[in-house]
T-cell receptor
């Protein structure tokens, strides 16, 4: 089974802090994604990466950056956390020729 | 992605089959029907997908009507752990995935003991 692991399930951070959300997948998928999910807004794509060191902006990249130094790991970085970034963050991975996208369990971030 | 319509909520008795309907009357020829579910506070979980033939896996069965305008996800023996929001999504197969999956409101399935 594909496994997408997000390192932190629940975090509480202060406004202005730098926040790292880590995601690791174990199926050698070349495509990885970061989404956020908010009530009434569904899933929104923040960034995705289709190869090591490659990244593209999604629909809502402002306030975020990403890093993909190794194929299995995709990190989401909040340079200076703000309260409007309080949300559930979902990492996902997919491979060309694969059936579908697989999600991690989510990271609940609260910025106070 | 083609628009889908699902009931807001459904109840099912534990051990009975849960049949979750989805209407997708504007589906086009290259679009597949995918089903995901999301248990509270967890990431979406892939269940099954299909094009026009009925499909079955270890989790569920998918019945697609001949005109492909609707489908039904069947959980043959629902358990309390199947309580979740179920999403029906229509999108092209082998899509790059670079677009966000469009999760609508889904159907909230409550399995009753």
């Amino acid at each position: 089974d594909v496994k997408v692991t997000q390192s932190s399930r629940y975090l509480v951070k202060r406004t202005g802090e730098k926040v790292f959300l880590e995601c690791v997948q174990d199926m050698d998928h070349e495509n990885m994604f970061w989404y956020r999910q908010d009530p009434g807004l569904g899933l929104r794509l923040i960034y995705f990466s289709y190869d090591v060191k490659m990244k593209e902006k999604g629909d809502i990249p402002e306030g975020y950056s990403v890093s993909r130094e190794k194929k299995e790991r995709f990190s989401l970085i909040l340079e200076s956390a703000s309260t409007n970034q309080t949300s559930m963050y979902l990492c996902a991975s997919w491979t060309a020729g694969g059936n579908t996208i697989y999600f991690g369990e989510g990271s609940w971030l609260t910025v106070v | 992605d083609a628009k889908t319509t699902q009931p807001t909520s459904m109840d099912c008795a534990e051990g009975r089959a849960a049949n979750l309907p989805c209407n997708h009357s504007t589906i086009s020829g290259n679009e597949y029907v995918y089903w995901y579910r999301q248990i509270h506070s967890q990431g979406p979980q892939y269940i099954i997908h299909g094009l026009k033939n009925n499909e079955t896996n270890e989790m569920a069965s998918l019945i697609i009507t001949e005109d492909r305008k609707s489908s039904t996800l069947i959980l043959p023996h629902a358990t309390l752990r199947d309580t979740a929001v179920y999403y029906c999504i229509v999108r092209p197969y082998m899509d790059t995935g670079r677009r966000a999956l469009t999760f609508g409101s889904g159907t909230r399935l409550q399995v009753q003991p």
